[in-house]
Every structure is written in C-alpha cells, then in structure tokens.
Nanobody, 114 residues
Framework: QVQLVESGGGLVQAGGSLRLSCAAS????????MGWYRQVPGKERELVAT??????TNYADSVKGRFTISRDSAKLMYVQMNRLKSEDTAVYYC?????????WGQGTQVTVSS
C-alpha cells in the first residue's frame, strides 16, 4: 500500500502562485509515475501533470508554461503553480502508479479569486 498526503492548497488571487506538496509513505519502492490531477464539482477528474522516475514530464495544455512538476525522490513530489487563473480553482489530488496499482491522496483545495 502507498499513502499519499497533499499539502499547500489555499486561497490566492489571480496571477499569484502556490506550491503543492505530496508526501508518499508505505511501499514507495517501485513507484514509477507520480502526478497531479484536479477536479471541480460536476466534472471529471483531469490530468494536470505527471513525472516519471526518469524525470520525464507531461503537462495538460491548460497549465503548460505556468506549472512545474518536480520530484525529490519517490517520497516527495511538488507542483509549482504560477500565474494562477480562476479556472485553476479545483481540488488537487496527488496520484501514484506502482506496479500497475493506482493510489490517490485525499486532495487539497486550491481557490483562485479573480
């Protein structure tokens, strides 16, 4: 089992920045992809960004050039979110893929006021 805990969400004005963190614990050996997803009420959860163990990254078009995902190890992952927009308001979830199993954190709310 892998446990994921997000932190760093909050309220920020449009144009501002936030950094979200995700701490993984448990059986972290073997995690090969970690990422961030987000969800707003009434909509499906959507990809924000992912990062693999080899450092390769993938971003949603809507956040390219504004968000940067990074990973210290198999246990710590971040997303730096700059030039935030009101449409970035969502619950952000940490995600990990380990040996074919998907794990999710409990989510952290990000609210961008315009």
């Amino acid at each position: 089992q892998v446990q994921l805990v997000e932190s760093g969400g909050g309220l920020v004005q449009a144009g501002g920045s936030l950094r979200l963190s995700c701490a993984a614990s448990g059986m972290t050996l073997g995690i090969n992809v970690m990422g961030w997803y987000r969800q707003v009420p009434g909509k499906e959860r959507e990809l924000v960004a992912t990062i693999s163990t080899d450092g390769s990254t993938n971003y949603a078009d809507s956040v390219k050039g504004r968000f940067t995902i990074s990973r210290d190890s198999a246990k710590l992952m971040y997303v730096q979110m700059n030039r935030l927009k009101s449409e970035d308001t969502a619950v952000y979830y940490c995600h990990a893929l380990r040996l074919g199993h998907v794990y999710w954190g409990q989510g952290t709310q990000v609210t961008v006021s315009s």
